[in-house]
């Protein structure tokens, strides 16, 4: 199974988040490893929450992003698109 954990799952634990941190933990102990945090703090992006998605985009061989906010990724070594790149993308293959 391939899931995706939005980034404020992350911030729940780096925060700490006490409503949120047991599940949220408990969450990234299966998916998120911290090489991806790490390599998240650790990259050039303004945004960490972006960052975030881009390493995990990575890490599970994604080979595109979709997302409104495609100037957000200008460092990603994914392809990104907009949804509606990525319909007429998926409609042409």
Request: aromatic share 8%; with cysteine.
């Amino acid at each position: 199974m391939i899931i995706f954990i939005d980034s404020n799952i992350v911030l729940d634990v780096m925060l700490p988040n006490p409503k949120m941190f047991v599940e949220s933990n408990a969450v990234l102990e299966q998916g998120v490893d911290e090489t991806c945090i790490l390599n998240a703090l650790d990259s050039d992006w303004k945004d960490f929450e972006d960052s975030v998605q881009h390493q995990v985009a990575q890490q599970i061989m994604a080979e595109i992003i979709v997302t409104r906010n495609t100037e957000d990724y200008a460092l990603s070594s994914v392809r990104v698109m907009t949804p509606k790149e990525f319909l007429k993308f998926a409609q042409e293959t």
